[in-house]
């Protein structure tokens, strides 16, 4: 049965719209990040950064960091007119996720997301079809690949989606609509709807449609019946969403991902327009030939991207290998689409002790920005990495054998807050590892559910 | 590969809609009513904030800073003794009254780094003798900040001799005199300088754009007020009046000598006490002249019901007490600060305990349920 399944060939068109979107999604993106100044504000002005565990050697690379970030916007250009395609990806993947490694404080569930579609890129021939390569050298050029090759897209973004409504399915979520009962009325301003966010019902209706959306928007999209209908709900969703709250270009992102859903031959379509319109031969983008992989290219493929499914599938669940809530630990969280489920604010004082008897109460912004600072008040491996970089910098600066104690309270979706780490416990001496950490004092209540 | 027939995706979302719906009746027995409503009116907070209190703050300000000002003017054309004792009693009068404005360090406050021109303390002496020889050093640096201000005058007309004679000498038969006379003459002028720049905005445009700015993101009016009132408490109120000196930030030990208003010793307190009851009063939303409550940050928080889970406490309420708890700290201090430092430094402490307390319940908590942010960059919420 998979052998036959995976004979079955399609039209390509809809890859290569995929290609061509995906490409200048990013190059958008990145030329957005420039224009606000961010790569100066997070990659340029911070003077330390929080690299992720095990990858802390990826870091911003001081000036350079701009070259990097425009070999990422050439790199996305070449992908979308579909030029060296195949160093093109790879170049793409690569600068895209180091980016996107160098500091965790700025890490983002659709970044992610983009970093492992672009990495399912580089397996895919997405530029057999309609792409400056296959210009270039007829030989490339196929109307026709593995059914597969667009499957997979389609379930990476179902599963996305599903894992993103699973998480949903938790008390404060459902049955407090936390944390938007707190987001909305901050919007009561908006025209037309803003009044809207004065009743709680309001905020109840938005967590319950959110949830129903997220775990049936995939199934829905790859039907055929359902498709036009969960199309359009996909683009009232995320536009939504993309008025309400900063969350920056993930909404259009979907939006314009969403569209592999869609037939060949509205791709198709698509595709005739563009080549009418550059004036390109009609044969161009219509022969009959059928892109097969060779048997070892093919059986490579599989073993990577079966390994790359089941991984996704269960990375998510990790956090049931941690006790206490996950909320409150965060300890499996990254990694796992969930996205907007906490309003998290936190304070944290640092005071380091050197066996010389001199003591000080860290000023935060004196080592960090004010996002760093946000990002690490919640998060116990942030807190972790802050203590050791500490006591590094205080041992150094006159401050022998530095012990360092964490004096955090956080407040979970608009709870009054509590204390979030052991004060009594030397930070300097715990060490980072996938275990968890003991020192992160229970939340004293309960949160059902995913 | 067809996942779900079309039928049966069908019953999937009518029965999910109609679970959704009953579960959300049943749990907060959802109905349109006033109850169920938690109307939140940031125009009414900021028209509050700005008419009622930030500019007749300033107002009033302006008027004992100019009163400082003449009395200023006064003993640099003349100094004399008497000239001098004026001097002190109107700088005395307009550095209380300066801890009622401090507060405001958002818009042109912030902008004109009003604070730094102001009351960065402690003062920097040999800055200050170094700038009185140069003569003509510039005061817009941040290495200028500590020999200016209030402070800087305080040690001017305070701490430079050991009498009141002493004082006047050093403005009349010492060799440098002139050179002082014409430092304070700078000092006092960049001060009125800065001051009529904030004075100005608030007075024409920006507070009108000030109430118009509703939206609560990053840059938005209710933002910037909230994290500048904020940090404004936090760094110059709890750490700055208290937390410093007692050594709260330097456990073990401590530093009288960086007490606000250092060369005048019965001041420190007073200073503290203005600047904690204005930041009261803000909360509250009182109006600065007649001291009637209008729409507040406690109003605010109230119309977003926000409750303490365990105990069904009011945020607001939980704030005012913590309000309450610090004032009596504050109370059982002695005017001089330097001293209690030095000989009761456990009540300082616990009052730099209770006013930590506060900054928690502010920084966290009620930021977190006013929906505040600080970063402009994208987030998707976790």
Known sequence: ?450 | MRLLSVSSSKYIIVGLILIATVFACSKSEVNLTETNKNETDRKALLTNLSDNIIVPAYADFKTQFDNMLAKSDAFTATPNTANLIAFRASWRVAYINWQKVEMFDFGPGQTYAIRAHFNIYPTNVSTIANNIAAGNTNLEVPASYAAQGFPAIDYLINGIGNSDAEIVAEYTSATDATKKINYLKRITNQMNTVFNQVYTAWKGDFATTFKSKTAIDAGSSTSTLINGYILNFERYIRSGKIGIPAGSMTPGTNFPQKVEAFYTKDLALTLAKTAQTATYNFFLGKSYQNQTAGYSIKNYLDALNVKDATSGKLLSEIVTQQFDVIDVQLNGLQNNLYSEVINNNQKMINTYTEMQKLVRLLKVDMTSAMSITISYTDNDGD
């Not at chain 1, 210009?135 to 090759?149: A, E, G, Q, T, V």
């Not at chain 1, 907007?340 to 912004?365: C, D, H, P, R, W």
């Not at chain 1, 942030?382 to 600066?397: C, M």
């Open chain 1, 1 to 450: 049965m998979l052998t036959t399944y995976l004979k079955k060939s399609t039209h390509a068109a809809p890859l290569a719209i995929f290609r061509i979107a995906t490409g200048c999604m990013l190059f958008l993106s990145i030329v957005r990040f420039w224009a606000n100044g961010w790569i100066e504000e997070l990659y340029i002005k911070p003077k330390y950064y929080f690299g992720f565990y095990g990858l802390e050697f990826i870091k911003p690379l001081g000036n350079y960091t701009y070259i990097l970030f425009m070999v990422c916007a050439v790199a996305a250009i070449l992908v979308a007119i579909g030029l060296w395609y195949k160093q093109a990806i790879i170049v793409l993947f690569l600068s895209f996720t180091y980016i996107e490694l160098m500091d965790k404080s700025t890490y983002l569930n659709h970044y992610y997301f983009t970093s492992l579609v672009l990495f399912l890129l580089i397996f895919l021939p997405a530029h057999r079809y309609f792409s400056v390569d296959t210009y270039r050298n007829k030989s490339l050029n196929f109307s026709y690949i593995p059914k597969w090759n667009i499957d997979i897209i389609k379930f990476f973004v179902l599963m996305l989606y599903f894992y993103a409504g699973l998480a949903k399915l938790n008390s404060d979520w459902l049955l407090n609509a936390l944390p938007l009962k707190i987001w909305l009325p901050a919007r009561n301003d908006m025209p037309l709807i803003g009044w809207l966010f004065n009743y709680k019902i309001t905020a109840y209706v938005f967590v319950w449609i959110g949830c129903i959306y997220d775990l049936t928007i995939g199934f829905l999209l790859w039907n055929n019946k359902t498709r036009l209908f969960a199309y359009l709900s996909v683009v009232i969703f995320h536009f939504v969403t993309a008025i309400l709250f900063p969350i920056g270009m993930f909404p259009y992102i979907m939006i314009v991902t969403a569209l592999i859903f869609f037939s060949a031959q509205f791709h198709q379509k698509i595709i005739n327009l563009f080549n009418q319109w550059l004036k390109l031969p009609a044969g161009f983008i219509q022969n009959n030939q059928t892109f097969i992989y060779k048997p070892f290219a093919l059986k490579f493929r599989i073993v990577i991207l079966s390994v790359f499914f089941l991984v996704q599938m269960i990375l998510p669940f990790r956090y049931m290998f941690y006790p206490q809530e996950l909320f409150w630990t965060e300890e499996g969280y990254r990694f796992s689409w969930r996205v907007m489920l906490m309003e998290k604010a936190g304070y944290a004082q640092f005071t380091v002790k050197s066996s010389n008897g001199k003591a000080i109460v860290v000023n935060n912004l004196d080592f960090l920005t004010l996002l760093q600072e946000k990002m690490m008040s919640t998060q116990p491996d942030f807190i972790l990495q802050y203590a050791h970089l500490l006591r590094d910098y205080y041992h150094s600066h006159g401050y022998p054998n530095p012990q360092v104690f964490a004096d955090v309270y956080v407040s979970l979706n608009g709870r009054i807050g509590q204390t979030f780490i052991n004060p009594k416990i030397d930070l300097a001496q715990e060490k980072e590892s996938f275990k968890h950490k003991n020192w992160i004092l229970p939340l004293n209540y309960e949160i059902k559910g995913f």
